[in-house]
């Protein structure tokens, strides 16, 4: 891909984007029964420019009916800690947002989410990833990215992994990528991060410092 030029690239890129977006396979056909029960609405924001990639678990209900990705209090929540705005967070410029499912999954028995489908890490994301290479930070939200993108060097929690955040932020992967990994910005992790106060102390101001290294600098 390195020697691939910017329009094939991006034409790639636009063909794959139109492929998931008439995706139904965990709908029509799916792997992995049950069905997913709402009707499919794929959110997935390729870019052959951005130099980072946010990669979280999927859709949630407002996400759904938007089509936005965290179009919700979480992204308000993400983008404070991003130290951007959202004019940046939505540019294809600035950002990819690869979550692991790209629909919203539906509701378990007790009312929370289900996980994702892995329909879409199967078929989806080994062809994304690669049309990619521009990118220079994978930013990797809950166990379900951190599981994929880390792999065997994920720990065996989700706060023991993001603890150790500097292992993989300090030290590129075979792709040139940092890969930073951090808890959901959701609203109920507000415990997490009063128990956890290095997280903002120490991982977001370098997080935050990457970044603005990393867009576009304005006209």
Same mark, same amino acid.
Not at 22 to 33: I, S
Not at 96 to 125: Q, S, T
Not at 131 to 157: E, F
């Given at each position: 891909?390195?020697?691939?030029?910017?329009?094939?690239?991006?034409?790639?890129?636009?063909?794959?984007?139109?492929?998931?977006?008439?995706?139904?396979?965990?709908?029509?056909?799916?792997?992995?029964?049950?069905?997913?029960?709402?009707?499919?609405?794929?959110?997935?924001?390729?870019?052959?420019?951005?130099?980072?990639?946010?990669?979280?678990?999927?859709?949630?209900?407002? %996400?759904?009916?938007?089509?936005?990705? &965290?179009?919700? +209090?979480? !992204?308000?929540?993400? /983008?404070?800690?991003?130290?951007?705005?959202?004019?940046?967070?939505?540019?294809?410029?600035?950002?990819?947002?690869?979550?692991?499912?790209?629909?919203?999954?539906?509701?378990?028995?007790?009312?929370?989410?289900?996980?994702?489908?892995?329909?879409?890490?199967?078929?989806?994301?080994?062809?994304?990833?690669?049309?990619?290479?521009?990118?220079?930070?994978?930013?990797?939200?809950?166990?379900?990215?951190?599981?994929?993108?880390?792999?065997?060097?994920?720990?065996?929690?989700?706060?023991?992994? %993001?603890?150790?955040?500097?292992?993989? &932020?300090?030290? +590129?992967? !075979?792709?040139?990528? /940092?890969?930073?990994?951090?808890?959901?910005?959701?609203?109920?992790?507000?415990?997490?991060?009063?128990?956890?106060?290095?997280?903002?102390?120490?991982?977001?101001?370098?997080?935050?410092?990457?970044?603005?290294?990393?867009?576009?600098?304005?006209?």
């Amino acid at each position: 891909m390195e020697l691939m030029n910017k329009q094939t690239q991006q034409q790639l890129i636009t063909t794959l984007s139109h492929e998931i977006a008439q995706c139904r396979l965990c709908h029509d056909n799916p792997r992995y029964p049950p069905a997913m029960a709402m009707p499919p609405r794929p959110v997935c924001t390729i870019s052959a420019t951005a130099p980072i990639a946010i990669c979280g678990q999927a859709p949630g209900m407002r %996400v759904y009916n938007t089509g936005i990705p &965290f179009n919700d +209090p979480s !992204g308000d929540r993400l /983008r404070q800690w991003l130290n951007v705005t959202r004019e940046s967070f939505y540019s294809p410029d600035h950002f990819a947002i690869i979550p692991m499912g790209f629909c919203f999954p539906g509701y378990d028995k007790n009312g929370g989410d289900l996980p994702p489908r892995r329909e879409c890490k199967e078929v989806w994301h080994d062809r994304i990833f690669p049309l990619m290479p521009q990118i220079k930070l994978v930013i990797v939200i809950g166990q379900y990215a951190q599981n994929y993108h880390l792999g065997k060097r994920r720990h065996k929690s989700l706060t023991e992994t %993001v603890l150790h955040w500097r292992d993989f &932020f300090e030290a +590129p992967d !075979g792709n040139g990528r /940092r890969i930073l990994p951090i808890p959901h910005p959701s609203w109920r992790n507000s415990g997490w991060l009063k128990r956890n106060p290095w997280f903002e102390r120490d991982l977001l101001p370098e997080l935050q410092k990457l970044t603005a290294e990393l867009l576009p600098n304005p006209d």
